[in-house]
T-cell receptor, first 114, second 115 residues
């Protein structure tokens, strides 16, 4: 079984400041790692994913996440946030090997203030 | 290209009633999963349908059932509604590739309130 812990339920930051949203996972088998974003009153959108290869993955809107196997972490970072980044961010894992089931953390609410 | 569409967007039901939620997957997708997202929580996997059969199930009681149609659309049924069933129900679709790294797309969800 897998579990995901998002260490911060809420993160308030000022516009143009850097941000890190923390995610740790536990699994007895190899997993793939994902970050999803949920804007108010909307569904989930895939932000980025780690499958294999380089441990640093990037999204098209400036976010990046680094897979750290020894620390079982997959923290999400952005060097300079915008008001439009205000949303809830979910870290998720999927067991490698064909399972479709995503296991999510409880989410981190990012609020970017002017 | 339409994404994952769900209906209805909002509904209110009384305890003990039954509800049916509907989902049309993204064009070209053949696999549908359902998730329950309670307020302040992350989504929890209910079950997955592929080739009109339930392939995987999460930790939900038998009151939760589903169906997938030949056109890949799906329904989620919940019987004997409880107050605790109040949540956002998300439908997700993907193209089965025997590879769990494929991208899963989510709909905007159906908000169910049980009173």
């Amino acid at each position: 079984a897998q579990s995901v812990t998002q260490l911060d339920s809420q993160v308030p930051v000022f516009e143009e400041a850097p941000v890190e949203l923390r995610c740790n996972y536990s699994s007895s088998v190899s997993v793939y790692l994902f970050w999803y974003v949920q804007y108010p009153n909307q569904g989930l959108q895939l932000l980025l994913k780690y499958l294999s290869g380089s441990t640093l993955v990037e999204s098209i809107n400036g976010f990046e996440a680094e897979f750290n196997k020894s620390q079982t972490s997959f923290h999400l970072r952005k060097p300079s946030v915008h008001i439009s980044d205000t949303a809830e961010y979910f870290c998720a894992v999927r067991e490698q090997g064909g399972s479709e089931k995503l296991v999510f953390g409880k989410g981190t609410k990012l609020t970017v203030n002017p | 290209d339409a994404g994952v569409t769900q209906s209805p967007t909002h509904l209110i039901k009384t305890r003990g009633q039954q509800v049916t939620l509907r989902c049309s997957p993204k064009s070209g997708h053949d696999t549908v999963s359902w998730y329950q997202q309670a307020l302040g929580q992350g989504p929890q996997f209910i079950f997955q349908y592929y080739e009109e059969e339930e392939r995987q199930r999460g930790n939900f009681p038998d009151r939760f059932s589903g169906h997938q149609f030949p056109n890949y659309s799906s329904e989620l049924n919940v019987n004997a509604l409880l107050l605790g069933d109040s949540a956002l129900y998300l439908c997700a679709s993907s193209l089965y590739q025997g590879f769990s790294g494929n991208t899963i797309y989510f709909g905007e969800g159906s908000w169910l309130t049980v009173v």
